[in-house]
């Protein structure tokens, strides 16, 4: 914004100067050719001043489509590490063996139940029949992991890849890391917003790196997971969606 007036205020300058320079210091002959040249001036700072506000614009429409896009493959990578962890109790760090777990791999659909058994202890301690509570939990069957989760869609088999950069992958990690002297898993996809955004203008997308806003993308890159604490939420706002 600064920019637009800073060139705004030159174009209304510049033009109230030259047209005063033309018609008190200019002989007659010349007038034309100066016009000329200074219509070409105003057209070009009025170019600038456009620029000024469309390329912001601009900038702001394109980064929205591709974060909204690279969001939702980054939430697919969170469903698909949920249920990897779901089912081995650990994240994984490879797209492939995370491909390979949702085309093989299965949930067990169980079900819990209260019931009542006698307890050998208690009888034989105090001579009568004693029972106690118990848990039962019954295997009802298996649900392929892939049908949970895409159903009939393949989209799983290219998430590793940032939507709209060519070649290019999103990182992943995963490890564990201590609490209460517990190793906990943990993972974390991420890319950097110069990888999203390369393309575009320098000067805007380093702007863009160094956001703090509730509804803008903080930091340098987007990112669900976290190998730094116990968190699989992503770190977009909810006006990309939920990062739940």
Same mark, same amino acid.
């Given at each position: 914004?600064? !920019?637009? +007036?800073?060139?705004?205020?030159?174009?209304?300058?510049?033009?109230?100067?030259?047209?005063?320079?033309?018609? *008190?210091?200019?002989? &007659?002959? @010349?007038?034309?050719?100066?016009?000329?040249?200074?219509?070409?001036?105003?057209?070009?700072?009025?170019?600038?001043?456009?620029?000024?506000?469309?390329?912001? +614009?601009?900038?702001?429409?394109?980064? #929205?489509?591709?974060?909204?896009?690279?969001?939702?493959?980054?939430?697919? +990578?969170?469903?698909? &590490?949920?249920?990897?962890?779901?089912?081995?109790?650990?994240?994984?760090? %490879?797209?492939?063996?995370?491909?390979?777990?949702?085309? =093989?791999?299965?949930?067990?659909?169980?079900?819990?139940?209260?019931?009542?058994?006698?307890?050998?202890?208690? %009888? *034989? $301690?105090?001579?009568?029949?004693?029972?106690?509570?118990?848990?039962?939990?019954?295997?009802?069957?298996?649900?392929?992991? !892939?049908?949970?989760?895409?159903? =009939? %869609? #393949?989209? @799983? *088999?290219?998430?590793?890849?940032?939507?709209?950069?060519?070649?290019?992958?999103?990182?992943? &990690?995963?490890?564990?890391?201590?609490?209460?002297?517990?190793?906990?898993?943990?993972?974390?996809?991420?890319?950097?917003? #110069?990888?999203?955004?390369?393309?575009? #203008?320098?000067?805007?997308? +380093?702007?863009?790196? $160094?956001?703090?806003?509730?509804?803008?993308?903080?930091?340098? *890159?987007?990112?669900?997971? /976290?190998?730094?604490?116990?968190?699989?939420?992503?770190?977009?706002? !909810?006006?990309?969606? /939920?990062?739940?």
């Amino acid at each position: 914004m600064l !920019k637009f +007036i800073l060139i705004a205020i030159a174009v209304i300058l510049v033009t109230i100067g030259l047209v005063k320079l033309v018609d *008190k210091f200019i002989p &007659q002959k @010349y007038k034309p050719i100066l016009n000329i040249v200074l219509w070409v001036l105003i057209a070009f700072l009025g170019y600038q001043t456009y620029m000024s506000i469309y390329e912001p +614009i601009q900038f702001n429409q394109i980064k #929205n489509k591709r974060y909204a896009a690279v969001i939702e493959n980054l939430i697919d +990578i969170r469903d698909s &590490q949920l249920a990897h962890k779901q089912v081995t109790g650990r994240f994984t760090d %490879s797209f492939d063996n995370l491909v390979k777990f949702i085309d =093989t791999a299965q949930f067990t659909i169980t079900q819990r139940r209260d019931s009542t058994i006698k307890d050998a202890v208690l %009888s *034989k $301690q105090f001579g009568v029949d004693m029972f106690k509570e118990i848990v039962v939990i019954d295997t009802l069957g298996y649900v392929p992991v !892939k049908d949970s989760l895409f159903k =009939t %869609s #393949n989209r @799983y *088999k290219t998430m590793m890849n940032v939507p709209g950069a060519e070649n290019e992958k999103f990182k992943l &990690q995963a490890g564990f890391i201590e609490q209460n002297k517990i190793n906990i898993p943990v993972f974390e996809a991420s890319v950097t917003k #110069n990888v999203i955004l390369a393309d575009q #203008n320098r000067d805007l997308l +380093i702007q863009e790196n $160094q956001v703090v806003s509730v509804d803008g993308v903080n930091g340098d *890159k987007l990112k669900v997971g /976290s190998m730094e604490e116990v968190n699989t939420n992503g770190n977009w706002p !909810k006006t990309y969606g /939920s990062a739940e």
